[in-house]
């Protein structure tokens, strides 16, 4: 067996979690594929596994050899797909990820004309408001609303979105609406618990930056069940213009603090360190720029 077979086998074998389900993934049985794993050992004169009888784990240099074989087999692919691709169809599988609020309004409207363009070419969305590694649940791209952080990975910025603190008209009615940032507290402010940090608003008081941490009666794992709350009236939220602003424009939501508010959110299309940038990530990622760049689709609020 040639040295990316053999880093095929174990690089599977971790990502599984043991023998058996990597077996089924390579159509082989448990027993060759833990020879195989055994026969790489002796080769390499080290333990990379550390074996139970109810659990695989990796030991330091099985780690140092997953992360290495990884990175290697898929600089493989990435070349073989750069080549082949060269002047063919692009095909295959986009796996791309990206808020649930975002995903709804702004990339799920655009995917009839992009997968129009590329016919073969098979698109799987995750929508959610946690962060997950890329490279480890092996999505292509992500679209994320906040700065990159992590080194191993590219960020292309797409847009800029501005967050406005409001509620709906009925809330208002009711409880009246805050003159100062520090009047939030009397206020019911819907909380995102999937971003806590999401729940400290900026804003510019005496010419310095400060933030309130807000809290009320309602929180969700979803910036959409926040945004829904918001129009029903349950309380006052932040907001960004990708998801308010056909509300805003419409009288279903209505802002305030105006005058204090210095958040925005950008907008990042975000893949994995690679070499080579296989053609299907590339064409996606020039079409959101084509959509979203100069003046993204959700426009400038009206004054």
Not at 80 to 92: M, V
Not at 108 to 128: D, H
Not at 268 to 282: C, I, N
Request: aromatic share 6%; charged share 20%; with cysteine.
């Amino acid at each position: 067996m040639d040295a990316s077979s053999e880093m095929t086998v174990f690089v599977e074998v971790v990502r599984e979690g043991g023998f058996s389900a990597a077996a089924r993934n390579l159509n082989r049985t448990p027993s060759a594929i833990s020879k195989q794993i055994s026969r790489l050992e002796d080769r390499l004169s080290v333990r990379l596994l550390n074996r139970t009888t109810r659990q695989l784990s990796t030991t330091d240099e099985g780690e140092t050899y997953f992360h290495r074989a990884e990175a290697i087999l898929a600089d493989i692919a990435e070349t073989e797909e750069l080549i082949s691709n060269q002047g063919a169809t692009i095909r295959g599988q986009l796996r791309v990820t990206c808020s649930t609020a975002f995903g709804r309004q702004q990339i799920v409207p655009i995917l009839p004309e992009f997968l129009a363009k590329y016919p073969e070419l098979k698109m799987q969305l995750s929508l959610s408001d946690t962060m997950v590694d890329l490279v480890q649940e092996g999505f292509d791209v992500a679209i994320r609303m906040a700065e990159l952080n992590d080194s191993s990975l590219v960020a292309r910025r797409l847009a800029v979105a501005q967050r406005v603190v409001c509620a709906a008209p009925s809330y208002f009615e009711k409880h009246g609406a805050p003159k100062h940032p520090t009047e939030l507290v009397e206020h019911n402010c819907l909380v995102l618990r999937a971003a806590a940090a999401m729940n400290d608003w900026a804003f510019l008081l005496d010419g310095e930056v400060h933030t309130i941490h807000v809290d009320g009666g309602f929180e969700a794992n979803s910036g959409v069940a926040v945004h829904e709350a918001t129009l029903a009236g349950l309380g006052i939220s932040q907001l960004a213009t990708f998801v308010s602003a056909p509300d805003l424009r419409a009288g279903r939501l209505v802002s305030c603090l105006d005058e204090y508010v210095i958040s925005e959110t950008p907008v990042y299309a975000v893949y994995p360190h690679r070499r080579h940038l296989s053609q299907k990530v590339r064409v996606f990622i020039d079409f959101l720029v084509e959509i979203f760049g100069g003046t993204p689709p959700w426009g400038d609020l009206p004054e």
